[in-house]
């Protein structure tokens, strides 16, 4: 699996806008479990819904392209 660089939304590891996808690159992880472990806290967190969290992080994060892997 390629690393990213610097923080980017995926173009490989998308379901819906490579959110996920591009964190579980850049730290290293399985998109799967970042999708899930996102899932149990956003629907354990009254205080902050998750699909408000995702949307800002879909528009404040970059799409990766090929230069953004190692």
Same mark, same amino acid.
């Given at each position: 699996?390629?690393?990213?660089?610097?923080l980017?939304?995926?173009?490989?590891?998308?379901?819906? #806008?490579? +959110?996920? $996808?591009?964190?579980?690159?850049?730290?290293? %992880?399985?998109?799967?479990?970042?999708r899930?472990l996102?899932?149990?806290?956003?629907?354990?967190? #009254?205080? +902050?819904? $998750?699909?408000?969290?995702?949307?800002?992080? %879909?528009?404040?994060?970059?799409?990766?392209?090929g230069?953004?892997?190692?």
């Open positions: 699996m390629a690393k990213l660089a610097k980017h939304r995926s173009q490989n590891n998308r379901m819906i #806008a490579g +959110v996920m $996808g591009g964190i579980a690159e850049y730290v290293g %992880w399985s998109p799967t479990w970042v899930v996102f899932f149990i806290i956003s629907t354990l967190s #009254a205080a +902050v819904p $998750g699909i408000l969290i995702y949307i800002i992080l %879909w528009i404040i994060m970059p799409k990766a392209n230069q953004s892997y190692q």
